[in-house]
Every structure is written in C-alpha cells, then in structure tokens.
C-alpha cells in the first residue's frame, strides 16, 4: 500500500536549470526508505517539495491516495514530518519541553495533554532525563533527537529525515539509526535522505537513486549496492560512513 507517490516532478529553482527531471516514485506504508545520491543530486530539493516549501513545476505529490501538491506547508505538516538536515534551523525555543511542546501548543491541545504526550516522546527518544534543560547544553544528536522529537508528538505516520546522521560520531550515528528501526517497528514509516551507501544497506529496504536530478534506479537496498553501473552513474564510489 503506498503511503507517498510521487507522479512525474519536475522542478526548477529559477528558469536556468532544470534541477529535478520526471522523478516518480512509491513509498509503501510501513517502508524504511531511502533517497540516495551525491551532493548536488537533488535530494534536499525533493523533500522540499513533499513538504510544500516549493511548488514542482509539473508533476503530483500524492498522499494515501490524496493529490496534496496544492496543499500549503502547514496542511502537509499534519501528514508528513519533515526532520529538516541541520537542526538548528529548526530550533526555536530555549529549553527542551518547550520545544518539543511548541506544535502541540500550536495546535490548541490541553496542558494535561501536552504533558503526557511531550513526557512520552522525551522517553521514547532518551531525552526525558534532560527536560528542563535549556537546550544549548546539548551536543549535537542531542539537539538531533530534539528535532525529531518535537516532529513524533505530532504522531505523523510518516517522518521524512534529511540527512539524518550527518556530522555525528559513530555513537550518535548508531543512536539515531536504531532509534529510527524501534521507531519504523511501531509503524511509522521512514524516508531517509542520505549519500551514505553502508547506512543505506543496513537500514533500508527500499531505495531510489538520484543522478543529477533523474531517478536512476529504483529497487531494493541490496540490489542497489550490488549494481556496479547504478553506483557508478551516481557517482557514489568515493562515499564514506560520516561525511
Ligand atoms: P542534495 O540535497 O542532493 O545535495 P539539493 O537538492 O540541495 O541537492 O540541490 C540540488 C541542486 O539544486 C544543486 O545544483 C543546488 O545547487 C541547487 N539548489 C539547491 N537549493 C537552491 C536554491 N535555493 N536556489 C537555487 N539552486 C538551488
Ligand atoms: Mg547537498
Ligand atoms: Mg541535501
């Protein structure tokens, strides 16, 4: 069952360059998803899109079956969670309840509400222990694990997360990557953006590749690997674990 299609996109950000070129492809409710492809290729652009903060110039988002291209980034926001790559763009609040209390507030819930579900998330992302400290006192997965934290209070049935383990040591890389399979097990679907090959391989099922702007390939984690012409035009040799 597809949860998220995407029907032919094209984009371009000024009328210079085409950056996206008749991409489509499924994610099935329940997938572990991956979009992989070198920097450049068009992968942050594309999460952009699903989560309305750009318009395809042709080409449809569709949602459960529902064509949400027209819907404004709010709307999708209740559909889809978007982990956007550096969380300090999406930090507003000083300390760490506050922040991942902020949608709930937005959305009128109730005190005793925002409590329980805020105190839930904290535990289910290892945060609990820190929730009254301010939010600078962090490292980086920490501050990582805020963001999505403050993404899953909104119970969305699926995250999109734009190069997740970026700049991490292998500590928090492995952290956030587990963290993300118990998620995946309770139901919640995962689209990972990454040029990580290995991550890709041992966290994914499902994977399209990205070449500048093209789907080049579309199948599943192993078999891509395993494709010498695919990672080649995708120019993914060079690829290592944490750059
Ligand atoms: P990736 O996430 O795979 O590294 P991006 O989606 O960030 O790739 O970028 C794809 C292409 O779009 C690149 O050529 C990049 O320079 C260009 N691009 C990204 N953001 C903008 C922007 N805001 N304006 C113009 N060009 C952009
Ligand atoms: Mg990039
Ligand atoms: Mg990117």
Not at 63 to 84: A, H, L, N, Q, W
Not at 107 to 125: D, H, M, Q, S, T
Request: hydrophobic residues 40%; neutral net charge; aromatic residues 8%.
């Amino acid at each position: 069952d597809a949860i998220l299609e995407l029907e032919d996109i094209s984009f371009n950000y000024n009328n210079e360059k085409q950056i996206l070129k008749n991409v489509s492809f499924k994610v099935n409710k329940g997938d572990m998803f991956s979009i992989l492809g070198k920097n450049g290729a068009g992968k942050s652009t594309i999460s952009k899109l699903i989560c309305g903060f750009y318009k395809p110039t042709s080409g449809k988002i569709i949602f459960k079956g529902k064509d949400i291209s027209k819907e404004t980034i709010k709307e999708r926001s209740e559909k889809i969670g978007y982990v956007m790559q550096n969380p300090n763009q999406m930090i507003s609040k000083t300390m760490i309840f506050d922040e991942v209390a902020l949608g709930l507030k937005i959305r009128g819930f109730n005190e005793a509400e925002i409590k329980e579900r805020v105190y839930k998330v904290l535990k289910i992302c290892g945060l609990y222990g820190y929730r009254n400290w301010p939010i600078s006192a962090l490292s980086f997965g920490q501050k990582k694990r805020v963001t999505i934290a403050s993404i899953l209070v909104l119970n969305p049935e699926i995250i999109i997360l734009d190069e997740p383990t970026a700049g991490q040591d292998f500590k928090h890389y492995s952290e956030i990557m587990e963290f993300l399979k118990e998620l995946n097990k309770e139901g919640v679907t995962i689209v990972m953006i990454t040029h990580d090959m290995h991550l890709m391989l041992e966290y994914t099922n499902n994977v399209v590749v990205l070449s500048d702007g093209k789907k080049i390939c579309d199948d599943t984690a192993i078999n891509v690997l395993t494709n010498k012409e695919v990672i080649e035009k995708a120019n993914l040799k060079e690829t290592s674990l944490y750059e």
